[in-house]
């Protein structure tokens, strides 16, 4: 994927002065050596320089990884370890880090051999607290050299997603569509999350696309577009127009990036969008996601955001869909009931108007979009991918500045079904245990949008790390609670 970070995370092990230090020299070769057994080499970096036990230490240990292009940390307790330096390395890296700890190996060398990293852990997480520290801690962080490989591996997603926010910033194009209030927030927790925000006029963006007209590049981005939808290319006279908008739209970003290595795009597609430009923007927006660069619809900032730490996660590409209608008995009935474990309540259909990769549809056609249709001249709407969702598992997912404007989140894992839809554009039957309970109690009650980001996978683990890492109070994170565990606001007579 384009657009996203590749981390590199240096290793550094610590000692507490009156602990053998050989343990912690050894343990970290063990764990060394684990990981490049088991992944990619080029993740990690093993700080050799000391292993840190004073404040002395903890500087040369920040100047060598920094020296080595490391963006995050790995702070690796071999035995006890300093509580007061291991945390100063957290507190002064500038990145994401994580604690994780050694366990004992033998019974049979617990004199010299016994290092204590169990209980040197509590000293560090609550230095951690002390000095206000976001680190990632595993669930259960003390382990063998293989199984700490383990969670230093689930931690690079997070990793990547961290660094991707510290280096983002999100381009926008005009303000919310007149009824879309859902989709506006206050901006300023973005700048509480090191993310930054360029809001322009669609004038601007207008002005761009027009001084495209003409551009060289054209003919061969027609050409990529038409390999990519093959027999779905229905309406081959707009191809000209969306590949100009295409290059408008990444030459704004080369231009207008600065300082930030990542971007986003929040859009602007309706209501005059169509009639001034053309066409509409769904097929270029389902593109650029597609590599990675993330483009939400309705100017919903916090839709390309949630959509950008999804990239960052999944490794892949995401969509942004509206959680939009209930799944018909009929449907249920002939096609789910017996079939699946899920009741209809559970079910629900994702819908955006063509937005969606067309790697993550069954099958695409570039069409015209019928809702706006329905109020204009068709020839202006033509530009929208149409096609069911692939089936398989997903986590649906969204972060969110709200009206009293609190940083919130929710994480929801479960499935598209193998299920035809019977609709229009980009669109599928999703399926999440317990989702009739969840859409009352997280997204109606947290006061979420009709807007969720997708990954493709299950990613519910690392996403919750993330929101947790960038400051969201856990209370804040919303996800579908099982059967017989309540919400707080659910009433239990009822």
């Not at 994580?98 to 209980?119: H, N, P, T, W």
């Not at 590949?243 to 309706?270: F, M, N, P, S």
Request: one cysteine or more; charged letters at 20%; a negative charge.
């Amino acid at each position: 994927m384009q657009n996203i970070p590749k981390v590199k995370l240096g290793i550094v092990a610590v000692s507490r002065d009156c602990f053998p230090e050989s343990l912690s020299v050894n343990r970290r070769k063990a764990l060394i050596d684990a990981y490049k057994a088991k992944y990619d080499a080029s993740d990690i970096y093993e700080c050799p320089i000391c292993i840190v036990e004073s404040e002395i230490h903890m500087v040369q240990a920040l100047e060598d990884i920094k020296a080595a292009g490391c963006d995050a940390l790995v702070v690796y307790l071999g035995n006890f370890g300093p509580e007061i330096s291991e945390t100063l390395l957290a507190k002064h890296f500038d990145g994401p880090a994580m604690f994780v700890a050694a366990a004992e190996e033998s019974g049979k060398d617990l004199i010299q051999g016994r290092g204590d990293a169990y209980c040197g852990m509590l000293n560090a997480s609550y230095n951690i607290k002390l000095r206000n520290i976001h680190a990632y801690i595993p669930e259960y962080p003390v382990g063998t050299a293989e199984e700490c490989a383990d969670m230093i591996h689930d931690f690079v997603p997070i990793a990547r997603a961290v660094v991707g926010l510290q280096n983002l910033k999100i381009i926008s194009f005009g303000p919310r569509p007149l009824n879309f209030l859902a989709c506006n927030a206050p901006i300023k927790q973005l700048y509480n999350i090191g993310v930054e925000i360029e809001e322009n006029s669609e004038l601007d963006l207008f002005e761009a696309f027009n001084k495209h007209a003409g551009d060289a590049r054209i003919p061969d981005v027609v050409k990529d577009m038409e390999a990519e939808l093959g027999a779905g290319n229905q309406k081959p006279e707009i191809l000209s127009k969306l590949a100009q908008y295409e290059l408008t739209l990444l030459d704004w970003v080369e231009a207008h990036k600065g300082y930030r290595k990542y971007v986003a795009i929040a859009g602007k597609c309706w209501p005059a969008f169509q009639t001034q430009f053309g066409f509409v923007p769904c097929y270029v927006n389902s593109r650029l996601t597609g590599r990675g660069i993330p483009v939400s619809c309705e100017v919903d900032i916090y839709g390309a955001l949630s959509e950008f730490i999804g990239t960052c996660v999944s490794d892949d590409a995401v969509t942004l869909l509206d959680i939009n209608n209930t799944v018909p008995a009929d449907i249920y009935e002939e096609d789910i009931k017996g079939k699946f474990n899920y009741t209809q309540k559970d079910t629900f259909m994702g819908f955006h108007c063509g937005n969606t990769c067309s790697k993550k549809l069954t099958s695409c056609t570039m069409k015209y979009q019928m809702i706006m249709a329905r109020s204009l001249p068709v020839e202006v709407t033509n530009g929208t991918l149409e096609g069911d969702i692939i089936p398989g598992d997903i986590t649906f997912y969204r972060l969110q500045s709200t009206s009293d404007n609190i940083l919130r989140a929710y994480v929801a894992q479960g499935e598209v079904l193998p299920v035809a839809t019977r609709s229009f554009g980009g669109v599928g039957i999703f399926a999440i245990p317990e989702m009739g309970r969840f859409y009352r109690h997280v997204l109606i009650e947290g006061g979420f949008p009709h807007h969720g980001a997708v990954t493709f996978g299950h990613h519910g683990k690392a996403l919750f790390e993330v929101f947790k890492l960038i400051g969201v109070c856990p209370e804040e994170i919303g996800y579908n609670h099982p059967a017989g565990l309540p919400y707080r606001t659910e009433n239990p007579f009822a």
